[in-house]
């Protein structure tokens, strides 16, 4: 009986310590929105914002053997009402893409908000903090906001796996490594 409690101890400090390695393994994967500042006009949100890119083995094997990622940013603005949901006033997909040109040994990123539309990296690390800095993402608007009221940008990052190539998307779909996503959080809106 002593012996079974001893096993019992250390069976469940090594399952506690199996735990935390794998779950501080987990959080050093996937996307996540650092922080997003958002003005607005009567045509459109403008939005700075900084997100923390962290590919898994699997997602930055591919990319560096010229599988093309694209990743959406989602935004939602909703309007804060006191005694009911809030409402829901626009959505937004922004796609950003970033792919491995071997000739010339350089990664790519495609973003409607750079200068041409595309800037050109050395290693895969500085294209992945590009892809995550943007300034003055414009988001238009169909009609203006109106005035006195309340509202909030919501955001999340997302690798979209549809856009991977066709034989590449079963395993995908099945593989926990390629499921990378940022948790939706939500800004203020500042006039």
């Known amino acids: 009986m002593l012996a079974c409690k001893k096993t019992n101890k250390y069976l469940t400090l090594s399952l506690l ?6 779950s501080c ?12 500042e958002s003005y607005y006009d009567d045509e459109s949100i403008q939005v700075d914002g900084n997100l923390t890119l962290n590919l898994t083995d699997d997602v930055r094997k591919a990319l560096s ?7 959406n940013m989602e935004f939602v603005l909703r309007r804060v009402r006191n005694y009911v949901w809030d409402k829901e006033v626009a959505i937004w997909t922004v796609p950003i893409a970033i792919h491995y040109k071997p000739v010339t040994d350089e990664y790519v990123v495609s973003r409607p908000d750079l200068l041409n539309q595309q800037e050109s990296f050395g290693s895969q690390r500085a294209a992945l903090e590009r892809l ?15 005035q006195g009221k ?7 990052i997302k690798l979209d796996l549809g856009k991977l ?10 593989s926990s490594s390629w499921h990378l996503n940022s948790k939706w959080t939500e800004w203020p809106l500042k006039h």
Request: avoid cysteine.
């Open 65 to 71: 053997k010229s599988i093309p990622l694209q990743v």
């Open 132 to 146: 995550g800095a943007f300034k003055q993402l414009n988001l238009p608007l169909e009609h203006p906001l109106i």
């Open 165 to 174: 190539p066709a034989m590449m998307r079963p395993l995908a779909y099945f």
């Open 150 to 156: 309340k509202y909030v940008l919501e955001a999340r």
């Open 17 to 22: 310590l199996l735990l935390s390695f794998w």
């Open 25 to 36: 393994a987990a959080s050093s994967r996937g996307f996540t929105i650092d922080h997003i």
